[in-house]
């Protein structure tokens, strides 16, 4: 019987960072995935390869629209979709080895099967019909999410599909239906539009990207209508067709009213992921879960039952690769006896479309809803002079500070290459900076970066280029 000090289940960005960091501190670590690859849905199924279409898909538009007015004369590109999908999977397999090299090099053993906590200090890893018990002093879920489903609405990831069929489809969908306008759909849409698809999203709420800032999403979605998106807000699919060669799509409006039909080649649910605790043996080992399916936890992601935490999609919080890795950083230092802390304050999210959308703090909505009294300082790419000899002028930057201190509160950023952006923001927060901060750093010019430190100015009525 193999005896560690941690035990981590599931090897997905929080699991396997987990693991290396916990390697570091002197700890004996496995790890144990179901799976025949390292990486969790992030690495296979997620974020990794939805951003190899999305760079791929742009590289296909922007050959057959942008070239031409900047004198670079192409003739129309043809899409050879299995190369793209090829293009897709070595980016698959260089992360996976990558995975698999970082579990090597830090000594971590790999424990192929499911596994199933016992109790505290005990876990069981199943596989091919044979199990064993290992023996650890610590052991932390860090087993992720998994697709939410529609009612009534099943999933064959062939024409009713969710992220991720809709990452492998074999041809482009004459016309793609999308349940839900969240980042994952938004994404996935723009990946089959730029490829001819023709994009219909249908949202239960009256706007897109639930969460975000209201005016960010607000201007977001004129830009992708511009783009060719057509939008159903306030709306739900109630049931979906499949007898026929085309599916019938039934929608009805969220606040009740009359039903309309929609015919689509593939429908893609996208409308959330729940926590994933399947087999896990949770309630038997007196692990508890909230009402929302997520394992409960206390500041230090100790849950019920000593011994054992939790992090990343499993336990509360935007389910995020980043903060899945922050917290597998955190409770690694926590068990070897050092404070690992996260400030979910500073936790950037990214909407990777053209252009892309980053935001990382408090939306306004927020600050209005906590009586917290703050001052707004905008400024449009337009204004921009990389941006402009580029013309690629699409959006603007948003900072919100605290109108007493001038601390930097929230930051919103619509525009290419916003997810790169952001990271100035969230250094400045960290470290509790103020919009004043920010505006006296000089900034290289020309990049699309001086827009942050404009909109710094602006909230002190003063930006330079507006």
């Known amino acids: 019987m193999a005896t560690y000090d941690l035990v981590v289940i599931?090897?997905?960005?929080?699991?396997?960072?987990?693991?290396?960091r916990a390697s570091q501190l002197g700890m004996k670590v496995?790890?144990?995935?179901k799976n025949a690859t390292l990486g969790g849905t992030c690495l296979n199924v997620g974020c990794m390869p939805s951003k190899a279409l999305l760079h791929a898909s742009e590289m296909f538009e922007e050959a057959g629209h942008s070239f031409a007015k900047m004198g670079v004369s192409v003739s129309a590109p043809k899409l050879e979709l299995p190369a793209m999908m090829n293009f897709k999977q070595q980016g698959i397999d260089g992360n996976v080895k990558g995975v698999e090299f970082l579990m090597k090099k830090n000594k971590v053993d790999v424990l192929k099967g499911t596994g199933k906590i016992l109790g505290t200090g005990k876990v069981e890893v199943s596989a091919d019909g044979k199990s064993q018990v290992i023996e650890t002093r610590n052991i932390v879920i860090a087993t992720g999410s998994d697709i939410a489903r529609l009612k009534g609405i099943e999933i064959d990831e062939k024409r009713i599909v969710s992220s991720t069929g809709a990452l492998s489809l074999d041809k482009v969908p004459g016309k793609l239906l999308i349940v839900g306008a969240g980042v994952i759909g938004l994404e996935l849409g723009s990946v089959w539009k730029r490829l001819g698809a023709e994009v219909v999203v249908v949202e239960f709420l009256d706007r897109i990207l639930p969460g975000m800032d209201?005016?960010?999403?607000?201007?977001?979605?004129?830009?992708?209508?511009?783009?060719?998106?057509?939008?159903?807000?306030?709306?739900?699919?109630?049931?979906?067709?499949?007898?026929g060669k085309t599916l019938k799509a039934t929608i009805e409006p969220?606040?009740?009213?009359?039903?309309?039909?929609?015919?689509?080649?593939?429908?893609?649910?996208?409308?959330?992921?729940?926590?994933?605790?399947?087999?896990?043996?949770?309630?038997?080992?007196?692990?508890a879960l909230d009402p929302r399916g997520r394992v409960q936890i206390d500041p230090h992601f100790a849950t019920s039952l000593k011994?054992?935490?939790?992090?990343?999609?499993?336990?509360?919080?935007?389910?995020?690769?980043?903060?899945?890795?922050?917290?597998?950083?955190?409770?690694?230092e926590i068990i070897a006896g050092q404070a690992g802390h996260v400030n979910y304050d500073v936790i950037p999210g990214v909407v990777y479309t053209t252009p892309e959308?980053?935001?990382v703090g408090k939306t306004e909505e927020e600050l209005k809803q906590a009586g917290v009294a703050y001052t707004v300082g905008k400024f449009p790419f337009t204004a921009n002079g990389r941006s402009k000899v580029n013309q690629t002028t699409d959006g603007f930057v948003k900072i919100?500070?605290?109108?007493?201190?001038?601390?930097?509160?929230?930051?919103?950023?619509?525009?290419?290459?916003?997810?790169?952006?952001?990271?100035e923001a969230c250094v400045l927060m960290e470290f509790g900076g103020s919009a004043e901060d920010l505006a006296r750093t000089c900034h290289a010019h020309p990049t699309r970066s001086e827009a942050i430190k404009e909109a710094a100015l602006a909230v002190g009525k003063r930006a330079i280029h507006m």
């Open 307 to 332: 011994g054992v935490y939790a992090i990343g999609d499993v336990v509360a919080g935007p389910m995020l690769a980043h903060k899945a890795e922050d917290e597998g950083v955190a409770v690694a």
């Open 254 to 287: 969220a606040a009740g009213g009359a039903a309309e039909t929609l015919e689509a080649d593939v429908v893609l649910v996208c409308i959330g992921r729940v926590p994933y605790t399947d087999g896990l043996g949770l309630k038997e080992a007196g692990v």
């Open 214 to 243: 209201g005016e960010i999403a607000k201007q977001f979605q004129r830009i992708l209508e511009k783009q060719g998106f057509a939008f159903k807000l306030g709306a739900k699919v109630t049931a979906v067709d499949t007898s």
């Open 10 to 20: 599931g090897t997905g960005p929080g699991g396997y960072v987990c693991a290396v």
């Open 400 to 423: 919100l500070a605290d109108a007493k201190t001038d601390r930097v509160l929230g930051v919103h950023i619509i525009g290419i290459e916003a997810g790169e952006m952001i990271h």
């Open 30 to 33: 496995a790890v144990i995935e």
């Open 357 to 359: 959308v980053s935001s």
